[in-house]
């Protein structure tokens, strides 16, 4: 029998299908800006995934995914409350980069600032034509907070998000997939059902193999190459050592898996 997901506060929403779990920013009144209650949420639901779900799917309710930090909290923080705060974001979205299953995240409309942070932290984005991106932190006075200076430049570069977070410059759809803020580009309205007809993929992987390219490979690209030669050396032998590798080598070898095809 399932296991039920956690408890959500009103400002997130989430449902199974299957071995997947979709789960949606429900603050579409303030285009899904990330508060308190939301980070804490998304933290919360990421440590308590039940077992049985194999991969995530995350959306934003409404015409945006999110306008990123809710600035109305910011206004009553003091330096002090503000380092904190920051560090409840890293903490919460380590919880997923750094999770138990891979994490699709469906885009559309504005995905700016926090919400370009939490998308950072994901594994595989999709974006509807309608995406755009921006760091509009310059205009608003503040630095990014949620880990964007770790991880956006890892996407995209520096130099790219020096010129957006100091010019506010927004990158359309197109733009960012060129640029690997999205993986996969679909029209508007298509992007849940790419995001779960991906995730669904994604939990029929050897669960090792999630493993693996989850917490293994972004830290081998970190890694001096003698030291990242040797964990990889180590992280394929052990993946391909379960018994779930050699069953899948071996249904290929028998002619009873498919083979890679590219349409
Ligand atoms: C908000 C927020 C927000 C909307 N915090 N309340 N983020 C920004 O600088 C982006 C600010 N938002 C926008 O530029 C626009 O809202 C959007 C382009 C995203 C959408 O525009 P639109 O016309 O569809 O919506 P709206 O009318 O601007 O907003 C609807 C309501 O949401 C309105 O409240 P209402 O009470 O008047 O209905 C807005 O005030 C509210 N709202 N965005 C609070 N962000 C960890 S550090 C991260 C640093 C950052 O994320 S900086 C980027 C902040």
Redesign the pocket.
């Known amino acids: 029998m399932s296991q039920p997901l956690p408890e959500l506060p009103a400002s997130l929403h989430a449902q199974r299908q299957d071995n997947i779990a979709i789960l949606r920013l429900n603050r579409a009144?303030?285009?899904n800006?990330?508060?308190d209650e939301i980070v804490i949420g998304l933290e919360n639901f990421f440590t308590k995934l039940p077992d049985d779900i194999k991969a995530v799917v995350l959306h934003g309710a409404?015409?945006?995914f999110?306008?990123?930090?809710?600035?109305?909290?910011?206004r009553t923080h003091s330096v002090t409350e503000s380092v904190f705060?920051?560090r409840s974001?890293h903490n919460a979205f380590d919880k997923i980069e750094f999770g138990r299953v891979p994490v699709v995240t469906v885009m559309h409309?504005?995905v700016?600032?926090?919400?370009?942070?939490l998308v950072a932290a994901t594994h595989v984005r999709v974006a509807e034509r309608s995406t755009f991106y921006?760091?509009?932190?310059g205009?608003?006075g503040?630095?990014?907070?949620?880990g964007?200076s770790v991880r956006i430049p890892r996407l995209v570069g520096v130099s790219r998000m020096m010129n957006m977070m100091l010019t506010g410059h927004t990158h359309s759809a197109e733009e960012g997939q060129a640029m690997s803020l999205s993986h996969h580009l679909v029209d508007n309205g298509a992007g849940l059902a790419k995001g779960i007809e991906l995730a669904t993929k994604i939990a029929a992987n050897a669960p090792l193999t999630n493993f693996a390219v989850m917490h293994a490979l972004p830290r081998i690209a970190e890694q001096d190459r003698s030291s990242g030669y040797v964990m990889e050396a180590l992280m394929a032998a052990i993946a391909s050592g379960d018994e779930a590798a050699k069953q899948r080598v071996t249904d290929f070898l028998e002619k009873r898996a498919p083979k890679v095809s590219h349409q």
């Open positions: 009144q303030k285009r800006a990330l508060n409404g015409d945006h999110s306008a990123g930090l809710d600035l109305s909290e910011l705060h920051s974001w409309g504005a700016v600032g926090g919400g370009l942070e921006a760091l509009p932190e205009i608003r503040i630095f990014v907070g949620g964007g």
